[in-house]
């Protein structure tokens, strides 16, 4: 049986593939791989952007620390209901990663330990990739990670490769994984650390 999550992420890509960027939600695999590349020793305060219907929210908070604040930013309001009523006890605010340091202000945070990012970097432009990753500079404290997932035939993409190079120039090492294939469409992700 197809779960109300699914079907409500399938008609949200359709009505906006180039803000969802994926025609399916992420798999268990992928977001427990995503999930265990967290150094959560050094992990106080933990930062989601897009998290959607809330795959990998969920393996998040499966393995969150008590000490650890969690913060998830979805720009879509109708996934944003859907998250605040399944996980009540994560802070969910509804806007643009480009108000992360607004958001992050909101629960008495400055600087951030770790951000994982599904938001569809390969699909952005050039100024929207330096817009969001300036933001994100502004609040991830040195020595911080920035974990960042994409789709491997975005690597094919002009975007996706321009999103590759800027990653180099904002941060001190960049990991790549090896490909996520139990999940659709395949995936990987970057490792960051600033």
């Not at 992420?9 to 798999?27: K, L, N, T």
């Not at 998830?72 to 992360?100: Q, T, Y």
Request: proline residues 6%; charged residues 20%; hydrophobic residues 40%.
């Amino acid at each position: 049986m197809v779960s109300r999550n699914y079907r409500k992420f399938i008609a949200e890509f359709v009505c906006h593939p180039r803000a969802i960027g994926a025609v399916a939600p992420s798999s268990n695999n992928l977001a427990r791989h995503l999930v265990q590349s967290i150094d959560w020793d050094s992990t106080e305060t933990v930062i989601e952007y897009g998290p959607g219907t809330g795959a990998i929210t969920e393996e998040i908070v499966a393995q969150l620390p008590s000490k650890t604040k969690f913060l998830a930013i979805e720009i879509n309001s109708e996934f944003a209901d859907m998250l605040r009523a399944r996980f009540p006890e994560v802070n969910v605010c509804e806007g643009s990663v480009d108000d992360v340091r607004t958001h992050c202000s909101g629960i008495g945070v400055e600087q951030v330990d770790t951000i994982l990012s599904g938001l569809p970097w390969a699909s952005f432009s050039a100024e929207d990739q330096t817009s969001y990753l300036d933001a994100t500079m502004s609040v991830l404290r040195p020595g911080g990670q920035f974990i960042a997932f994409g789709y491997l035939q975005g690597l094919l993409l002009p975007a996706g490769r321009r999103f590759r190079k800027k990653l180099q120039t904002y941060f001190s090492e960049v990991q790549v994984s090896r490909p996520v294939w139990a999940n659709l469409p395949p995936a990987f992700f970057y490792r960051c650390r600033r």
